[in-house]
């Protein structure tokens, strides 16, 4: 299973407009091929501070996953609310097996 973790921090100004934006990021993500999972996480400690979990079966689903209509218009749409640029942390999923 091919994995990201995505880090990302916002302007705290756009922290909400950021969330529903990655709702809808969220819903198209976990309905592609080959997605296992697509999670959005708020920090406890920074309500300004995110990461998304991004598990797909292979690195092409994760690459073919970047050039669908609802990523780019996310991609996009947050570009100007970011503090600092996004850092995606690729991983090999060992445990549960993609199946």
């Not at 990201?4 to 990021?25: G, K, S």
């Not at 797909?56 to 640029?85: C, F, G, I, Q």
């Amino acid at each position: 299973m091919h994995v990201t973790l995505v880090q990302i921090q916002v302007r705290p100004e756009h922290a909400q407009d950021f969330i529903e934006a990655c709702r809808l990021n969220h819903e198209g993500s976990a309905n592609e091929p080959g997605n296992r999972r697509f999670d959005v996480l708020q920090s406890a400690e920074d309500p300004a501070r995110f990461a998304l979990y991004e598990a797909y079966v292979s690195a092409e689903a994760a690459v073919n996953h970047k050039s669908t209509a609802h990523y780019l218009k996310w991609r996009d749409t947050v570009a100007p609310w970011m503090a600092v640029p996004r850092a995606g942390i690729p991983y090999i999923g060992l445990f549960p097996k993609a199946s």
